[in-house]
T-cell receptor
Framework: EAQVTQNPRYLITVTGKKLTVTCSQN?????MSWYRQDPGLGLRQIYY???????DKGDVPEGYKVSRKEKRNFPLILESPSPNQTSLYFC?????????????FGSGTRLTVV | AQSVAQPEDQVNVAEGNPLTVKCTYS??????LFWYVQYPNRGLQFLLK??????LVKGSYGFEAEFNKSQTSFHLKKPSALVSDSALYFC??????????????FGSGTRLSIRP
């Protein structure tokens, strides 16, 4: 089944403890992206990747890192999480950087930083 | 600035009645427009898109959307609402970047509630 898989689904952590949220897609998509969803703000893009070893900042990149060493994987790294990073996170992919196709989303990761 | 707006936080409709969820956009060039739906505890699911051609686009679950260039709108519609249509709906627009790439920006979402 074609899908984007995120792990974990739920995560509670403490301020400053490094964490990684994994994202993997099995559709050979070039373009992958991370979003955070907050009430009343919709989805805001954190980082995106146009292909292996090509990443760039989205609209809200502060406090996050990403890497794209393989086409299928696009992990999101929080080096020192803070409470304002408590949010619902989604990974998404689409076939190409031209963005004509729809996005396929993962099921989401609900992160709480205390 | 390039943006997409959903002016209603919530839309309430009785089952069997027609529904409309509104979306307006501001983007340079020809817009690529999308609608997504999010059910509780799930990721977003693609509903439909407008790239070019007929202004009325049909998508999944009986939904359709009408592209109106003069009003810069892309409203989502369904002739007869079902209780199972209750969900959070997002409008999105493709924004071209300086490179050949693009990104998608999302509206703030509209919660659709269908009462029996």
């Amino acid at each position: 089944e074609a899908q984007v898989t995120q792990n974990p689904r739920y995560l509670i952590t403490v301020t400053g403890k490094k964490l990684t949220v994994t994202c993997s897609q099995n559709m050979n998509h070039e373009y992958m992206s991370w979003y955070r969803q907050d009430p009343g703000l919709g989805l805001r893009q954190i980082y995106y990747s146009m292909n292996v070893e090509v990443t760039d900042k989205g609209d809200v990149p502060e406090g996050y890192k990403v890497s794209r060493k393989e086409k299928r994987n696009f992990p999101l790294i929080l080096e020192s999480p803070s409470p304002n990073q408590t949010s619902l996170y989604f990974c998404a992919s689409t076939p190409s950087v031209k963005g004509v196709g729809g996005y396929t989303f993962g099921s989401g990761t609900r992160l709480t930083v205390v | 600035a390039q943006s997409v707006a959903q002016p209603e936080d919530q839309v309430n409709v009785a089952e069997g009645n027609p529904l409309t969820v509104k979306c307006t956009y501001s983007v340079s060039g020809n817009p690529y427009l999308f609608w997504y739906v999010q059910y509780p505890n799930r990721g977003l699911q693609f509903l439909l898109k407008y790239i070019t051609g007929d202004n009325l686009v049909k998508g999944s679950y009986g939904f359709e959307a009408e592209f109106n260039k003069s009003q810069t709108s892309f409203h989502l519609k369904k002739p007869s609402a079902l209780v199972s249509d209750s969900a959070l709906y997002f409008c999105a627009v493709r924004v071209p970047l300086l490179s050949s790439a693009s990104k998608i920006i999302f509206g703030s979402g509209t919660r659709l509630s269908i009462r029996p």
